[in-house]
């Protein structure tokens, strides 16, 4: 990458190292499991990959966004089944930030070295992208508040220990009456559930119920009615990961193909000299490299202060789209023996299909950009 400073470079080819050593071995086979390896986890927490914007007061190794990008873009390109696991402990200790000084002290050491795990959770079975439609609320009661609804579709939700979700503390107020809250998810009236997903399984995505779930006042994130725009910021950061994440995987595997283009014989010939695939491959190529470079403008502008949510929407737009349309082409140029399980690319292939649904939809994505570009009453209103 042309603009990687020195220092993000060391660091890139640190990451690339302890990806290719410690997380190759077994990557296909744990693509199929129903959690993220508790060795991979190990692995990731004692190399610091997990504390990434933890502050250093609580053990973390806090970098600049772009590095962070760095690390997924090279840790999924030898293993997406981390993925989620990894953006939960991005997103978690950011929301953290406004939680009362006692439960940081406690709770991100211990999340920084992967010892337990975090998930976050908004989406609800009639809400998705109208975050603001939540319908799980909070009453409190005196020191305590006493939560009642269910979360779904929620990454890592299967295999975390504590969840930071949002709630009505204000029923009538809209927006400004959504609260955040911290949830040890071991405590009573916590039940969850597993979804059968076809890609993505490790991730173990998951509803999450609350039933009359007491929680003291200290568990509270922020204060009440803030919510809402704390999630948003997170947002913008986490879909640009995701796309990196996606195109460390298909950059793996056009990798792969091009290796295989150049020994596959068909007419006495090896099929990258036929113009239908050599061609596909140098679309590809651009389409990723093209993605890459928005996805690290974004994160760029992001260290920077500036305002990049139109740029964090393009992102996750575009690269979603280059991601499946590439996994798709080199699917087809395996053949056969790549739509079979033999080969890693059939479950890539339903991975990044994810992609396009998590984080914000592509459609969703389309309706921020253009009210960017077109803002006030001449924006989409749907």
Same mark, same amino acid.
């Given at each position: 990458? &042309?603009?990687?400073?020195?220092?993000?470079e060391?660091?890139?080819?640190?990451?690339?190292?302890?990806?290719?050593?410690e997380l190759?071995?077994?990557?296909q086979e744990?693509?199929?499991?129903?959690?993220?390896?508790?060795?991979?986890?190990?692995?990731?927490?004692?190399?610091?990959?997990?504390?990434?914007?933890?502050?250093?007061?609580?053990?973390?190794k806090?970098?600049?966004?772009?590095?962070i990008?760095?690390?997924?873009?090279?840790?999924?390109?030898?293993?997406?089944?981390?993925? =989620?696991?990894?953006?939960?402990?991005?997103?978690?200790?950011?929301?953290?930030?406004w939680?009362?000084?006692?439960?940081?002290?406690?709770?991100?050491?211990?999340?920084?070295?992967?010892?337990k795990?975090?998930?976050?959770?908004?989406?609800?079975p009639?809400?998705?992208?109208?975050?603001?439609?939540?319908k799980?609320?909070? #009453?409190?009661?005196?020191?305590?508040? !006493?939560? $009642?609804?269910?979360?779904t579709?929620? =990454?890592?939700?299967?295999?975390?220990? /504590?969840?930071?979700?949002?709630?009505?503390? $204000?029923?009538k107020?809209?927006?400004?009456?959504?609260?955040? @809250?911290?949830?040890?998810?071991d405590?009573?009236?916590v039940n969850? =559930?597993r979804?059968?997903?076809?890609?993505?399984?490790?991730?173990?995505?998951?509803?999450?119920?609350?039933?009359?779930?007491?929680?003291p006042?200290? @568990?509270?994130?922020?204060?009440?009615?803030?919510?809402?725009?704390?999630i948003?910021?997170g947002?913008?950061?986490?879909? #640009?990961?995701?796309?990196?994440?996606? /195109?460390?995987?298909?950059?793996?595997?056009?990798?792969?193909?091009?290796?295989?283009?150049?020994?596959? /014989? &068909?007419? $006495? $010939?090896p099929?990258?000299?036929?113009?239908?695939?050599?061609?596909?491959?140098?679309?590809?190529a651009?389409?990723?490299?093209?993605?890459?470079?928005?996805?690290?403008?974004t994160?760029?502008?992001?260290?920077?202060?500036?305002?990049?949510?139109k740029?964090?929407?393009?992102?996750?737009?575009?690269?979603?789209?280059?991601? !499946?349309r !590439?996994m798709h082409?080199?699917?087809?140029?395996?053949?056969?023996?790549?739509?079979?399980?033999?080969?890693?690319?059939?479950?890539?292939?339903?991975?990044?299909?994810g992609?396009?649904?998590?984080?914000?939809?592509s459609?969703?994505?389309?309706?921020?950009?253009?009210?960017e /570009?077109? =803002?006030?009453?001449?924006?989409?209103?749907?």
């Amino acid at each position: 990458m &042309v603009f990687f400073t020195e220092v993000q470079e060391r660091f890139r080819r640190t990451v690339h190292d302890f990806a290719h050593r410690e997380l190759c071995s077994g990557a296909q086979e744990r693509a199929k499991s129903e959690q993220t390896s508790p060795e991979v986890i190990r692995k990731l927490g004692d190399a610091g990959l997990l504390r990434l914007v933890t502050p250093e007061k609580y053990g973390g190794k806090p970098v600049d966004c772009v590095s962070i990008g760095i690390v997924f873009e090279e840790i999924c390109g030898v293993d997406f089944s981390p993925m =989620s696991l990894m953006l939960s402990h991005v997103v978690i200790p950011l929301m953290m930030e406004w939680a009362r000084e006692d439960l940081r002290r406690e709770w991100l050491p211990i999340l920084g070295r992967g010892e337990k795990l975090a998930c976050f959770g908004n989406t609800e079975p009639d809400c998705g992208s109208d975050a603001g439609a939540i319908k799980t609320y909070a #009453v409190r009661d005196g020191d305590f508040y !006493v939560l $009642n609804g269910e979360k779904t579709s929620i =990454s890592a939700g299967m295999q975390a220990d /504590i969840i930071i979700l949002t709630a009505k503390t $204000n029923v009538k107020a809209g927006v400004k009456g959504i609260t955040c @809250f911290f949830i040890p998810l071991d405590l009573p009236g916590v039940n969850r =559930s597993r979804f059968k997903d076809m890609g993505s399984i490790p991730s173990g995505r998951a509803s999450i119920t609350l039933n009359k779930v007491k929680i003291p006042l200290k @568990f509270r994130v922020g204060e009440e009615g803030e919510g809402f725009t704390k999630i948003m910021n997170g947002f913008d950061f986490a879909r #640009v990961l995701v796309i990196l994440a996606g /195109i460390g995987m298909a950059q793996n595997s056009l990798a792969e193909v091009t290796e295989y283009v150049k020994k596959r /014989i &068909v007419f $006495n $010939n090896p099929i990258s000299r036929f113009e239908g695939v050599s061609f596909k491959i140098a679309e590809d190529a651009t389409l990723l490299e093209a993605s890459r470079l928005l996805c690290y403008q974004t994160l760029k502008m992001r260290d920077e202060g500036l305002r990049h949510n139109k740029e964090a929407a393009m992102a996750k737009w575009f690269g979603a789209q280059a991601v !499946v349309r !590439v996994m798709h082409d080199i699917l087809m140029i395996f053949g056969w023996k790549g739509y079979s399980e033999e080969m890693p690319i059939e479950q890539r292939f339903r991975d990044a299909i994810g992609l396009k649904i998590g984080d914000g939809t592509s459609e969703i994505m389309k309706l921020i950009i253009a009210r960017e /570009i077109l =803002s006030g009453t001449f924006g989409p209103t749907m």
